[in-house]
């Protein structure tokens, strides 16, 4: 069976992701995602194919990364009792499609969500993204 396939929102400075990806709102099966960076930089410039995710209390989500990333990820999480920790099965970065690309190419209105949207539900932007990916075509 296909995974779904979402376009993941992520602030610039958490890309590329490390072993895992982790956020306060997930789909609860394994997914693919094209990575979307927001400001400064508004463009889809990656894709992580995700495994089941860990669904548990931030505490114990945080105790399962890297030392380092530990703090970070509380404070992202902060008072969620509940969260999602994604491991990461293979992940790329290729040239990316601007935001402006993507207004040009598919949708003048098109506005990125702030957390994620599945793809199979906009079959025309999901095309655009994926023959960008794997033609290289700019």
Not at 47 to 72: S, T, Y
Not at 104 to 119: D, G, I, M
């Amino acid at each position: 069976m296909a995974k779904t396939l979402i376009l993941l929102s992520l602030n610039p400075q958490h890309w590329p992701l490390e072993e895992y990806g982790y956020r306060r709102r997930f789909p609860k099966d394994p997914v693919q995602a094209y990575i979307y960076l927001t400001s400064p930089r508004m463009e889809i410039s990656g894709f992580v194919d995700f495994g089941k995710p860990i669904i548990g209390p931030p505490q114990e989500l945080a105790d399962r990364v890297a030392p380092h990333k530990r703090q970070e990820m509380l404070d992202y999480f902060g008072a969620k009792p509940q969260g999602f920790l994604s491991p990461i099965i293979f992940r790329e970065t290729f040239d990316p499609i601007p935001l402006r690309t993507l207004r040009e190419h598919v949708n003048v209105n098109f506005q990125p969500h702030p957390s994620y949207l599945v793809l199979d539900n906009h079959p025309e932007l999901r095309d655009f993204i994926q023959a960008w990916h794997r033609s290289g075509a700019r």
